[in-house]
């Protein structure tokens, strides 16, 4: 299986287009190893955090060894997009002791992004990362005080249903 071509040919605006990628790869069993191994492409990853953040959605599951591959490739998301779709699929994913840090300066950057979706999702990454690792705890709930305080409303509300999520 190749899908490499369809990926990399996706404009990023069809959603149907996309998605009629989907439908015909999904069965595949591969078909999430060879997204997570499309990351590393500049030119596929807003195609494959599309997809991959759609299999989540459709109830399929994320190896601790593909989160592992994906959280090595987090430096390298290049569009915005494509850090908001893994910063979406966070909850799913397995974080490994030893991606922890990596996980967690991806997050402090996304915090000072540009884009509120970003910035709002990375708030949800910091409580996930908090409920993985209880040492993040403290500071996950300092930055979501601030972020109450300081954030666009839109990032607010984002906060809002992760944390009536959370209780």
Same mark, same amino acid.
């Given at each position: 299986?190749?899908?490499? $071509?369809? !990926?990399?040919?996706?404009d990023? @605006?069809?959603a ?12 595949? !069993? ?11 492409? #500049?030119?596929?990853? +807003? ?5 991959? @953040? ?21 430096d ?6 494509s @850090?908001? *779709? !893994?910063l =979406? ?5 397995k974080?490994?002791?030893? *991606?922890?840090? @990596? ?12 884009n +509120?979706?970003? #910035? ?11 409920? =993985?690792? $209880?040492?993040y ?8 005080d ?7 409303p839109?990032?607010?509300a984002r906060?809002?249903? !992760? ?5």
């Amino acid at each position: 299986m190749d899908i490499r $071509p369809e !990926v990399s040919a996706w404009d990023g @605006k069809s959603a149907a287009a996309i998605r009629a990628v989907f439908n015909w790869y999904v069965q595949d !069993v591969f078909f999430i190893d060879e997204l997570v191994a499309l990351l590393a492409e #500049r030119q596929c990853q +807003k195609g494959a955090t599309w997809l991959l @953040k759609a299999c989540i959605e459709d109830d399929h599951t994320v190896s601790a060894q593909q989160s592992a591959i994906i959280l090595e490739q987090i430096d390298v998301l290049a569009c915005w997009e494509s @850090k908001l *779709h !893994v910063l =979406q699929i966070l909850p799913a994913l397995k974080i490994d002791a030893l *991606h922890k840090l @990596k996980l967690e300066r991806f997050l402090r950057d996304a915090l000072n992004a540009k884009n +509120k979706f970003v #910035r709002a999702w990375a708030y949800n990454g910091f409580i996930v990362l908090a409920t =993985q690792y $209880p040492e993040y705890q403290p500071e996950a709930e300092k930055l979501i005080d601030n972020a109450m305080q300081d954030e666009a409303p839109s990032v607010k509300a984002r906060i809002r249903q !992760v944390m009536a999520r959370c209780s």
